[in-house]
């Protein structure tokens, strides 16, 4: 078991729908990360915070909304999707290091397996 | 922009062999590079973390080195075993400006250890 949780495992949603992804960190981290992974594709990065601040929005639809109240928590809102959107959505944390030093190590929640009908 | 290769796609082996998973990343300006294993439907674990000054980590029964000049990266897993079943995911660090964190995944090696 790792120390990242996500909520929902699964969703299925309508085109018109809003729902809200959810990932939480017991470890203490100071980084975390959205990422999207569709079949037979690399996994892509979505978004990357730091100490809460958005330090990366790599070129994502704005229906994919991110949110980062503070270091545990980070939520992916989700409005008016398409069915191409449908993936495995897994989120990810890690100890920055300071600046000049990046040695951390990723550790991935279990997923949620979105599907858009 | 960094693109990461890995070969084969899929490969099946009987069990107790001995085999070599590749990964080929197209700059060699990098932190550091990560070997992940994936089961299926499932998140990410981490396996072994490279720097970039460096040229292996051993872990167990796994081996992963690095030779950065010619971009490339191999996972030995000896002895393999079913429960070593699983996609092998490669991923590199690229050295970008400080305060971004990104890694660039490679579409990983599906393995499958028969009985």
């Known amino acids: 078991e790792t120390g990242v949780t996500q909520t929902p495992r699964h969703l299925v949603m309508g085109m018109t729908n809003k729902k809200s992804l959810k990932c939480e960190q017991h470890?203490?981290?100071?980084?975390m990360y959205w990422y999207k992974q569709s079949a037979k594709k690399p996994l892509e990065l979505m978004f990357v915070y730091n100490f809460k601040e958005q330090t990366e929005n790599n070129s994502v639809p704005s229906r994919f909304s991110p949110e980062c109240p503070n270091s545990s928590h980070l939520f992916l809102h989700l409005h008016t999707l398409q069915p191409e959107d449908s993936a495995l959505y897994l989120c990810a944390s890690s100890q920055a290091g300071l600046a000049g030093s990046y040695t951390d190590t990723q550790y991935f929640g279990p997923g949620t397996r979105l599907t858009v009908l | 922009k960094q693109e990461v290769t890995q070969i084969p796609a899929a490969l099946s082996v009987p069990e107790g062999e001995n085999l070599v998973l590749n990964c080929s990343f197209t700059d060699s300006a990098i932190y550091n590079l990560q070997w992940f294993r994936q089961d299926p439907g499932k998140g990410l674990t981490s396996l072994l973390l490279?720097?970039?000054?460096?040229r292996e980590q051993t872990s167990g029964r796994l081996n992963a080195s690095l030779d950065k000049s010619s971009g490339r990266s191999t996972l030995y897993i000896a002895a393999s075993q079913p429960g070593d079943s699983a996609t092998y995911l490669c991923a590199v660090r690229p050295r970008l400006t400080s305060g971004t964190y990104k890694y660039i995944f490679g579409t990983g090696t599906r393995l499958k250890v028969l009985a």
């Open positions: 470890l203490g981290h100071n980084a």
């Open positions: 490279i720097q970039s000054s460096q």
